[in-house]
């Protein structure tokens, strides 16, 4: 099956900086790769996904890119602000399959 | 149009019990997912289901462990004879039909702590 690794599983920045998260996946059939945030005790919330048929996608200050050829993709958030502090997780899906394998997580924390 | 829901939010029960957790899935979505959360980790699937049908129970326990959506009501996750290590958050996704893959929509989850 799927394997997704994610790193860091822990990241501070300060406020008005950038934060990467990176994710690898192991299994080539994988095509769709949501990105979710979490905060403390509240559900995970999609914030951005991308297909394997396009490379980049962004939303406002969020942005996903994603290498398949390296089997690799990131999560880029640009001018960050304290509410960004939360618990990110990245998926990965298996062309037609519907089960979601998911990283570890990283929490990342905003220092205003 | 309501989101997922799940009730209860917060289960106690003590070591031996049957632990019951349901999942409303978002209207118009037909199929169904469990993951566990223990704490400070990540999620993994338990459980894919669709109407009346187990599509894909391969993250779920042998044991202990079963999970149904029958034509009318919620998806239920059933636990029994719960143990400590059966602590943890539980959390339902819900997804439209389709073919290919959608985005799956989460639920408030049930935190189940098991004395």
């Known amino acids: 099956g799927e394997n997704v690794e994610q790193h860091p599983s822990t990241l501070s920045v300060q406020e008005g900086d950038s934060a990467v998260i990176k994710c690898t996946y192991s299994?080539?059939?994988?095509?769709?790769f949501p990105w979710y945030k979490q905060e403390l005790g509240k559900r995970p919330q999609l914030i951005i996904d991308?297909?394997?048929?396009?490379g980049e996608k962004k939303d406002q200050r969020i942005a996903v890119t994603l290498n398949k050829t390296a089997k690799h993709f990131s999560l880029h958030i640009t001018e960050t602000q304290p509410e960004d502090s939360a618990v990110y997780f990245c998926?990965?899906?298996?062309?037609?399959?519907?089960?979601?394998?998911f990283g570890t997580g990283t929490s990342l924390t905003v220092i205003p | 149009n309501a989101g997922v829901m799940q009730n209860p939010r917060h289960l106690v029960r003590r070591r031996g019990q049957e632990a019951r957790l349901r999942c409303s899935p978002m209207?118009?979505?037909?199929?169904v997912y469990w993951y566990r959360q223990l704490p400070e980790e990540g999620l993994k699937f338990m459980v894919y289901?669709?109407?009346?049908?187990?599509?894909?129970e391969s993250g779920m326990p042998k044991e202990r462990f079963s999970a149904e959506f029958p034509k009318e009501g919620p998806s239920i996750l059933r636990i029994q004879q719960v143990v400590r290590g059966d602590s943890a958050a539980y959390f339902c996704?819900?997804?439209?039909?389709?073919?290919?893959?959608?985005?799956?929509?989460f639920g408030p989850g049930t935190r189940l702590l098991v004395l």
């Open positions: 996704a819900s997804s439209p039909p389709s073919r290919s893959q959608e985005t799956q929509y």
């Open positions: 299994d080539s059939a994988s095509n769709y």
């Open positions: 991308i297909r394997s048929n396009v």
């Open positions: 998926a990965a899906s298996i062309s037609g399959g519907n089960q979601f394998y």
């Open positions: 209207k118009g979505h037909s199929h």
């Open positions: 289901l669709q109407k009346e049908n187990i599509i894909d």
